[in-house]
């Protein structure tokens, strides 16, 4: 390893960051994080904070899980890599499978395709919808509907689906196809609806709207987040979920749930959809399935979807899809340590109780500091604070007074993620109650620099 004055004189230099311009990161350098224990990071210069992003949205067990370590270790000796392709699987993958169908058979899935992440994981959901409709005889079914503020990955299919235009604008044209709803977003939505109850039954009666102007047979899918994660944590009325899930079953269209963020406790429960008391056709999930240690990602299938492949007459169901790292043997035996270990731990107690505690402190801090509109969370450890710089007219915060927030938290003892004018928080499931007052301490820090 070279030494640390290469480091800070090389980074960023050679290499361009996501989700962020190449020129920016010559003006401010990122943050050189060196290494990490528990729930806590430290920096190239030894500065040490609990780390509130959980990574990003990943470390569900934190950075010191010696299991899932262990196991990568000694599966990168037994066997590093062996495809999946059709025609060869490994030990891992086939243990893996199994133990993720145990894990959400609650939510009625049981079949898995493994891939490299959430993106992939969505690409590839999109894609079985399609094929599932050709099956079964309709090939019309092609479109897809989503959630404005929705964020499904950075693929074309992923970016089409996604409801926040700084993912988009960019790269148009996107597929064809994609129609978008409002968001269940009480704080600002077009009917200028705050009741969420009242709100997600707008939405239910817009999208019978757009399906009927669409007309059922053209749609394959709609895929929403149980709780909209990137888009600032937007927390969904209880009931909309299921009636989005009641208006899909009506018109023969899918449900995917992607929990890419929502998976495996993040909520409070083993799943997003679980906690909205709904089964989807579809979910796709990554980052907390290896706690972010080794990328891996998965689309599973219901067995709705699942015995239209399996019992197909057409000769049609070869799925002319995947990643070379799909079912990966490390990634694999990553898969199994770290669903073991999550459940041994029941990261979801945590997650609902330490979740809690840090929305209700949060919510502490809107009555001394003006700046926060609003406050999301409340379900698990996802907790969303969005700035404003006039409260009434609910301007949202200029970008120089975020990034002085940003790091004066920082400096205070937490690391906090910005999306735009949102503080986003998702720490490791495992974070304790002292950890979770640090970060309390240190937003309260950080808003008093504004
Ligand atoms: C809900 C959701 N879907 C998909 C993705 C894309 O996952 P990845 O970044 O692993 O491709 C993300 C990433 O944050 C996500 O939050």
Redesign the pocket.
């Known amino acids: 390893m070279k030494d640390d004055n290469f480091l800070k004189e090389n980074n960023a230099r050679h290499l361009w960051h996501?989700m962020g311009a190449p020129a920016d990161s010559h003006g401010t350098p990122p943050k050189i994080i060196k290494g990490a224990e528990g729930v806590k990071i430290t920096d190239i210069d030894g500065h040490s904070t609990v780390d509130a992003v959980g990574g990003?949205?990943?470390v569900n067990l934190g950075y010191s899980n010696n299991v899932v370590k262990e196991a990568i270790a000694k599966q990168l000796y037994d066997l590093p890599y062996y495809s999946a392709f059709a025609g060869t699987s490994n030990p891992p993958a086939i243990e893996a499978s199994y133990a993720v169908r145990e894990f959400f058979d609650a939510d009625g899935m049981t079949r898995v395709f493994f891939t490299?992440?959430?993106?992939?994981?969505?690409d590839t959901a999109l894609r079985l919808s399609r094929q599932y409709h050709r099956l079964r005889g309709e090939p019309t079914r092609t479109k897809f509907l989503s959630l404005k503020k929705?964020?499904?990955?950075?693929?074309f299919g992923?970016a089409s689906v996604n409801g926040n235009n700084r993912f988009r604008i960019n790269y148009e044209p996107l597929l064809p196809g994609c129609f978008h709803l409002p968001a269940p977003y009480p704080y600002r939505n077009p009917f200028n609806e705050a009741d969420p109850a009242q709100l997600a039954q707008n939405i239910a009666a817009a999208m019978e709207d757009e399906i009927a102007f669409q007309g059922a047979n053209t749609i394959a899918a709609f895929i929403m987040?149980p709780i909209?994660?990137?888009g600032g944590v937007i927390v969904p009325d209880a009931s909309f979920m299921r009636l989005m899930r009641e208006i899909c079953d009506r018109h023969g269209i899918l449900m995917i749930s992607?929990?890419?963020?929502?998976g495996f406790g993040r909520t409070g429960d083993w799943s997003g959809a679980r906690h909205w008391g709904v089964q989807p056709d579809m979910m796709?999930v990554?980052?907390g399935i290896t706690s972010g240690y080794f990328?891996v990602?998965a689309c599973m299938v219901g067995d709705k979807v699942a015995d239209v492949f399996e019992n197909d007459q057409t000769g049609e169901a070869g799925i002319f899809h995947g990643y070379t790292y799909s079912a990966h043997p490390v990634g694999s035996a990553a898969v199994v340590a770290c669903l073991a270990e999550t459940q041994r731990l029941d990261t979801k107690a945590n997650a609902a109780a330490r979740g809690t505690q840090l929305y209700d402190g949060v919510r502490k801090l809107a009555e001394k500091h003006d700046i926060i509109g609003d406050v999301r969370g409340g379900h698990g450890l996802m907790t969303g604070i969005e700035l404003v710089s006039d409260k009434a007219a609910k301007t949202p915060m200029d970008m120089a007074t975020m990034k002085k927030v940003h790091e004066a938290t920082y400096q205070a003892g937490a690391m906090v993620r910005l999306g735009a004018h949102n503080v986003l928080m998702s720490p490791p499931l495992t974070i304790s109650e002292a950890e979770v007052n640090t970060i309390l301490s240190a937003l309260d820090a950080g808003f008093s620099a504004a």
């Open positions: 996501p990003l949205w990943c490299s992440g959430g993106s992939d994981s969505v929705g964020y499904h990955g950075t693929h992923g987040e909209q994660g990137a992607d929990e890419v963020i929502t796709t990554a980052k990328p990602g």
